[in-house]
């Protein structure tokens, strides 16, 4: 099959046509992928941010049809349009069992670049190639635990749906599910990438009476204001914290969310977080990025509360579903994510768009 592989980090990415994919086994589905967005996560491997060997496929945003299905799998069949997700829920596991599903040790396989049970089902020339990110969609053809591809209907958009997988999950979720923002509530959100922006859309859904919106792309800050944002902010031309303390009469935000991973603005957002409130910590810094805080001043005083956020606390079986829904009744724009379309051959290029700021997600056909 067709596969953009990544050989070690510093080259580029070369799509090779004979990569093999084994046949799904019990409880696995293969799907043929069809669409992938490229997030910054595929991003942080490329660049070595986040350290991984090689060679690796990356890519976990995708949509797809089901090619074929293992053994014991009854609720999905050949044909069927499925969006993917990089983090299936065993349903049996310790955190499963506490409605924890995004915990699920299933979700090691962001870590391990392999499926649960240690292989990765890849292969080229005889060697083994890694799942980046969870699940490798960057490839004709993928395998994944059956909990991983969940159904939609045959009229949902798969170039749109994909996005779904990772952005809307992590961003949406973060606000619905981890923060549960409730209506009314005052927003901060720092770092409009593509999680970025569907957090803006998720503090709108849950009713946010305040969302302020801060990043120095004068694209994304009109991007933020269309996808729900009351106020918009350059950080570089205007200082964050005066304008939050003017629009909260001195008293900081509910919630902040910091989406863009980096280490600074999770202090900044601990900083402009009310006393009492959440900062939400859904971006993922490189790994010699540390956060500085002073217990007192943060905790002990002031009862702020830091929370992490990994795939915005979703169980894909049942948020995946939710979101369509959203999307269905108009309240979620899964359309204006998509801001530029690349094939295959031009993966390269499509990480340049992401390393430069340009657009808010590229997905790429396969």
């Given at each position: ?82 969006v ?30 392999a ?6 089902g ?66 901060l ?17 849950a ?15 009109e ?7 009351t ?16 629009l909260?009469?001195n008293?900081g ?20 977080t ?7 910590c ?11 805080i ?15 956020c990994?795939?915005?606390s ?28 690349r ?16 657009g ?7």
């Amino acid at each position: 099959m067709r596969a953009a592989v990544l050989e070690s980090v510093g080259k580029p990415i070369v799509v090779h046509h004979d990569v093999e994919i084994i046949a799904p086994r019990a409880g696995e589905v293969r799907v043929r992928v069809h669409y992938c967005g490229l997030c910054h996560s595929d991003y942080s491997v490329v660049s070595g941010a986040f350290p991984a060997a090689g060679p690796i496929i990356l890519g976990h945003e995708a949509s797809g049809i089901i090619d074929s299905v293992g053994a014991g799998v009854t609720h999905l069949a050949p044909g069927d349009p499925v969006v993917l997700s990089p983090l299936p829920p065993c349903g049996s596991c310790y955190f499963c069992l506490r409605n924890q599903h995004s915990l699920c040790v299933n979700g090691m396989g962001l870590a391990t670049s392999a499926l649960p049970d240690g292989q990765t089902g890849l292969s080229r020339g005889g060697q083994a190639i890694l799942r980046g990110v969870g699940l490798g969609a960057l490839a004709e053809y993928v395998i994944t635990p059956a909990a991983g591809a969940i159904k939609v209907d045959a009229d949902v958009p798969l170039d749109i749906a994909c996005v779904i997988g990772c952005a809307v999950q992590t961003g949406v979720g973060a606000v619905l599910n981890t923060a549960n923002v409730e209506a009314g509530a005052t927003v901060l959100i720092q770092g409009l990438g593509g999680v970025g922006l569907a957090t803006v859309q998720g503090a709108r859904i849950a009713g946010a009476s305040l969302v302020v919106a801060s990043d120095p792309i004068a694209a994304r800050r009109e991007a933020a204001h269309a996808f729900g944002a009351t106020h918009t902010i350059d950080p570089l031309a205007q200082d964050l914290g005066t304008e939050i303390m003017r629009l909260t009469a001195n008293i900081g935000v509910d919630y902040a969310f910091e989406t863009a991973g980096r280490a600074a603005l999770i202090e900044s957002c601990l900083a402009l977080t009310r006393s009492g409130g959440t900062t939400v910590c859904v971006g993922a810094p490189p790994l010699e990025e540390n956060v500085t805080i002073n217990n007192v001043v943060i905790f002990a005083s002031t009862e702020k509360k830091l929370c992490g956020c990994l795939l915005g606390s979703c169980n894909s079986p049942r948020d995946i579903p939710r979101l369509v829904a959203l999307w269905r009744s108009g309240q979620l724009d899964l359309g204006s994510m998509v801001t530029s379309r690349r094939p295959l051959a031009e993966i390269n290029e499509g990480f340049a768009d992401l390393a430069a700021g340009r657009g808010i997600r590229t997905v790429i056909s396969i």
